[in-house]
């Protein structure tokens, strides 16, 4: 157990439809990342948070957005959904905002669009 | 354009005997490496990582060898047991990060590769 809790575990939703996916990170830790991992990309890094504050950006979609609120927790926001985001998507945290530091990841949310 | 490349999918060792996972990297800018181990169901888990300023780091079974003039890294597991059986991704970031003036990144994963132990 790493610590990082996400939810749901299971999402099965409609094209064109809007979820939001949870992810609390470990007791102590400023950083939350997020991450998509697909069949045919692997896993790819979305967005970072610190803090409260976005930090860095990968290959995350305009329709995909996400915060981090005052008590850390992190939302990650897909909406328009079509088929090709179903994927797991994955929450790790770290203590502070350094590349050096360990990234523990959730288990992961896995989302299916019919 | 993948910068992290894990080309073998698939590995199978006997258990016992020493497994050898290996990563290359295209981009100059990463001087941090890490391998994550997966199982099914679950989120990677850390294993080791090495920064650029070494060329090997050691803990317990596991040890990760970097050759940086090769862009190329490689995790020794020794000896294999069972319960090494799982996806095993190479990670590598930049250590410094231009977006926001020293901030983090992300890591830049390998597709990785599923480690089999015979038994």
């Known amino acids: 157990d790493s610590g990082v809790t996400q939810t749901p575990k299971h999402l099965i939703t409609a094209t064109g439809q809007r979820v939001t996916l949870r992810c609390s990170p470990r007791s102590g830790d400023l950083s939350v990342y997020w991450y998509q991992q697909s069949l045919d990309q692997g896993l790819q890094f979305l967005i970072q948070?610190?803090?409260?504050?976005?930090?860095a950006k990968g290959n995350i979609l305009e329709r995909f957005s996400a915060q981090q609120f005052p008590d850390l927790h992190s939302e990650l926001n897909l909406s328009s959904l079509e088929l090709g985001d179903s994927a797991l998507y994955f929450c790790?945290?770290?203590?502070?905002?350094?590349?050096?530091?360990?990234?523990?990841f959730g288990p992961g949310t896995r989302l299916t669009v019919l | 354009d993948q910068q992290v490349k894990q080309n073998s999918p698939s590995l199978s060792v006997q258990e016992g005997r020493i497994s050898i996972l290996n990563c290359d990297y295209t981009?100059?800018?990463?001087?941090?490496f890490l391998w994550y181990k997966k199982y099914p169901a679950e989120g990677p888990t850390f294993l080791i990582s090495?920064?650029?300023?070494?060329d090997k780091n050691e803990d317990g079974r596991f040890t990760v060898f970097l050759n940086k003039s090769a862009k190329h890294l490689s995790l020794h597991i020794v000896p294999s047991q069972p319960g090494d059986s799982a996806v095993y991704f190479c990670a590598a970031s930049p250590s410094f990060h231009m977006y926001s003036g020293g901030g983090a990144d992300g890591l830049t994963f390998g597709k990785g590769t599923h480690l089999i132990i015979q038994p």
């Open positions: 790790a945290s770290s203590v502070s905002q350094a590349s050096t530091d360990t990234q523990y």
């Open positions: 981009n100059s800018m990463f001087d941090y």
């Open positions: 090495i920064s650029s300023i070494k």
């Open positions: 948070y610190y803090n409260g504050e976005e930090r």
